[in-house]
């Protein structure tokens, strides 16, 4: 298990950008993002490898959205351009560990984003 926390979420007009961050306390395998909107389930946005950086999306992304991770500071990105208001949501952190590699195991608490003129 790791302590996760997220950041950068808030309210942004519709084309606007944002950029949410991650930090661990601990070593993953891969970490990604998970979103949840008012009456929906929770649904999967992007992860990424830890060490190798690779990534992959949903396809709801459609090239807008960009993960990122900086080794050094233990913490991912999420780079989110040409936002709308379908993309309002609880954003939440999610990681796969040693322990556990297949297996979404620790989660953050949340940050919400608001897409909203």
């Known amino acids: 298990q790791v302590h996760l926390e997220e950041s950068g979420g808030g309210l942004v007009q519709p084309g606007g950008s944002l950029k949410l961050s991650c930090r661990t306390s601990?070593?993953?395998?891969?970490m990604g993002w998970f979103r949840q909107a008012p009456g929906k389930d929770r649904e999967f946005v992007a992860s990424i490898h830890w060490l190798r950086g690779s990534g992959n999306y949903a396809d709801f992304v459609a090239g807008r959205f960009a993960i990122s991770r900086d080794i050094t500071n233990f913490t991912m990105y999420l780079q989110m351009n040409s936002l709308t208001p379908e993309d309002t949501a609880v954003y939440y952190c999610?990681?796969?560990?040693?322990?556990?590699?297949?297996?979404?195991?620790?989660w953050g608490q949340g940050t919400q984003v608001t897409v909203s003129s």
């Open positions: 999610a990681a796969r560990l040693l322990t556990a590699p297949s297996d979404w195991s620790s």
């Open positions: 601990g070593r993953v395998v891969r």
